[in-house]
T-cell receptor, first 117, second 111 residues
């Protein structure tokens, strides 16, 4: 069965320090991976995606993610955290087939990122 | 361009009542999704659709039905609401090669 796991419920980082939010995946074919962010009482907003190609994907607000096929991971990173980055972060995945996704977009449980001044 | 619009935004139901949540998108997306979000559980996929007239079950389909009669609309129905269906419901859409766009959510309480 397809699954996406986020092993940390919460990540605490000091402002200005680098941050990493972890994600591992299990899909039956070629993975189609995403990161989304959710601010309080809002819907999810897209940050970045991996379809194919470069393993390092750059996205919105200075975030990037590294796809590692051997470790089946897709960790979200940012070189210097901001207090305004504090939010709930979700990793999501689907299986890519014939140039498109299957439509079975599965999310991890989410990781709360807290950036302190 | 409104994106994805969910109706209603809030609702309180009594156990056993029925209701329909409406999701509308104006981006001509093929794929549409219904999720529920519960504390500590993340987003769980209820049902999804890969095109007009098609639907499929997700992770937690029991107690819900869906219909996609028009490409732009995806309806989620609760035939007999239960307290366990108290949640925040999100609709999303995409075209299989881009990111998903989410609605603002529907906060449903079943008492």
């Amino acid at each position: 069965a397809q699954s996406v796991a986020q092993p940390e419920d919460q990540v605490n980082v000091a402002e200005g320090n680098p941050l990493t939010v972890k994600c591992t995946y299990s899909v039956s074919g070629n993975p189609y991976l995403f990161w989304y962010v959710q601010y309080p009482n809002r819907g999810l907003q897209f940050l970045l995606k991996y379809i194919t190609g470069d393993n390092l994907v750059k996205g919105s607000y200075g975030f990037e993610a590294e796809f590692n096929k051997s470790q089946t991971s897709f960790h979200l990173k940012k070189p210097s955290a901001l207090v305004s980055d504090s939010a709930l972060y979700f990793c999501a995945g689907d299986t890519m087939n014939y140039g498109g996704s299957q439509g079975n977009l599965i999310f991890g449980k989410g990781t709360k990122l807290s950036v302190k001044p | 361009n409104a994106g994805v619009t969910q109706t209603p935004k809030f609702r309180v139901l009594k156990t056993g009542q029925s209701m329909t949540l409406l999701c509308a998108q104006d981006m001509n997306h093929e794929y549409m999704y219904w999720y529920r979000q519960d504390p500590g559980m993340g987003l769980r996929l209820i049902h999804y659709s890969v095109g007009e007239g098609t639907t499929a079950k997700g992770e937690v389909p029991d107690g819900y039905n869906v219909s996609r009669l028009k490409k732009q609309n995806f309806l989620l129905g609760l035939e007999s609401a239960a307290p366990s269906q108290t949640s925040v419901y999100f609709c999303a859409s995409d075209d299989s090669r881009t990111e998903a766009f989410f609605g603002q959510g529907t906060r449903l309480t079943v008492v």
